[in-house]
């Protein structure tokens, strides 16, 4: 028993842990020479600070059209690949329930921008 334990806990890496441990890049690309603003604005946003004193945040905003827009992809360690592939795939859900449950003619659109990994929302 304890060796197909061991076994499936093989086989779950090498189909899981092996071709993420292999990638050439990262999913967060590090940079330490680039700083939070830089990386932002190369990537069209504008970095804004929020909060309290004693509760800064960072953002990236980007503006599309008359909506502001968080670029989630835009962290202090770079941009983060996996975050705007999940804006994506959220972007093409949003396309598919706008189209099942909107009536034609008001039925909104979404579009992703992948250099700032933003899903816009017109219409």
């Known amino acids: 028993m304890k060796r197909a334990r061991w076994l499936v806990l093989v086989l779950l ?3 899981v842990g092996l071709p993420r ?8 690309t590090v940079n330490a020479g680039t700083s ?3 990386t ?3 990537h069209g946003g504008r970095p804004v600070v929020t909060g309290s004193a004693s509760a800064v945040t960072r953002v990236c905003l980007v503006r599309y059209g008359r909506r502001v827009y968080r670029m989630d992809g835009v ?3 770079g941009f983060d690949r996996d975050a705007a592939h999940y804006q994506r795939v959220g972007c093409t859900l949003a396309r598919q329930l706008a189209r099942a449950s909107s009536p034609r003619g008001r039925r909104p659109s979404f579009v992703y921008h992948p250099k700032t990994g933003v899903c816009e929302r017109t219409g």
């Not at 441990?21 to 967060?28: A, G, H, V």
């Open 13 to 15: 890496f090498l189909l």
């Open 21 to 28: 441990w292999l990638e050439s890049d990262s999913s967060t």
């Open 36 to 38: 939070f603003s830089t």
């Open 40 to 42: 932002c604005r190369n």
């Open 75 to 77: 962290t202090p360690y």
